[in-house]
């Protein structure tokens, strides 16, 4: 990836990228991308598809780009995947390329630009099938990718929504309280919120008030109910190295479930540790026969 100077044109010019890298990078996600369970001939692709994804997420929530011009990037990002621009996202030409390789669509990659956009001009959610319209384009694209890469069946598709819309709530409750300061924006769901007697400003308090557990319990209460239905992943996915990343995933999904009710996210994010992610990888091994 190729982190860029925020002031450069938003319309590549003179081969310039309009990438803004914020310097995250896999380490950064609470799930393996593209690890070793991935068949060597595919982690390429998934590579491809991970850096396009976190290139745009970096313009999305830059702090210093103007709505317009987060817009506009995010448009030529897309001008550049589907071959209407030759240059100004390195990112975008590469999955351009990985995708005429496969024969995967690039609905998968257009689709997260959807909610990429959203998040420009969407600061907050009405209610929980608000936030779960959004997981549709901001996180199940990812999953189908994958499966659409490994040529897996359409029968996975549901489970695998359902995991990455757990794993999107999850990284939103982590993150609500930064989310709130420094982009002004919350997922968690306004008439909850509401029943409870509380505000989006309450979720700037230096610690989480009973009223507002409850309201985060209840977004773990359906958080769980997805993990529920992605526990059936593993057991649909053919692919025997896909299958135990699928399961290892379900198992984080449901490891930071646990932690985020017992923990405070606005008092200090709450994480997984290598404790964690070894008790998940001993749980994705069943999966091995």
């Not at 081969?15 to 950064?28: I, Q, R, Y």
């Not at 549901?158 to 999107?168: H, R």
């Amino acid at each position: 990836m190729i982190a860029n100077d925020n002031t450069a044109p938003a319309r590549a010019k003179s081969g310039k990228s309009v990438e803004a890298w914020s310097g995250k990078d896999k380490g950064d996600e609470n799930f393996p991308v593209a690890s070793f369970l991935i068949a060597k001939r595919l982690r390429a692709r998934v590579h491809a598809y991970y850096d396009f994804a976190r290139n745009a997420d970096d313009i999305s929530d830059s702090p210093t780009l103007s709505p317009e011009e987060k817009i506009a990037r995010l448009d030529a990002m897309e001008a550049v995947l589907t071959g209407a621009q030759d240059t100004g996202s390195v990112s975008a030409t590469r999955l351009r390329q990985s995708l005429a390789e496969s024969g995967v669509p690039a609905a998968h990659a257009r689709e997260l630009l959807v909610a990429f956009r959203q998040d420009v001009t969407k600061l907050r959610y009405e209610n929980w099938g608000e936030l779960l319209q959004y997981c549709r384009y901001s996180a199940a694209p990812v999953g189908r990718y994958v499966l659409d890469v490994h040529g897996e069946p359409r029968e996975t598709w549901g489970p695998s929504d359902a995991l990455c819309a757990s794993l999107q709530v999850l990284n939103h409750l982590q993150d609500c309280a930064k989310d709130l300061r420094d982009l002004d924006r919350c997922y968690v769901p306004q008439d909850w919120l509401r029943e409870a007697g509380l505000s989006t400003d309450d979720i700037a308090r230096p610690e989480t008030m009973p009223a507002l557990r409850a309201v985060f319990d209840k977004m773990l209460d359906a958080t769980q109910a997805l993990n529920r239905e992605a526990a059936e992943l593993p057991k649909r996915v053919k692919s025997r190295r896909l299958r135990i990343e699928t399961a290892i995933i379900c198992a984080l999904a449901n490891r930071l479930t646990t932690k985020l009710r017992h923990g405070d996210p606005l008092a200090t994010r709450v994480k997984l540790s290598k404790l964690d992610v070894l008790a998940a990888a001993l749980k994705g091994l069943r999966y091995a026969p």
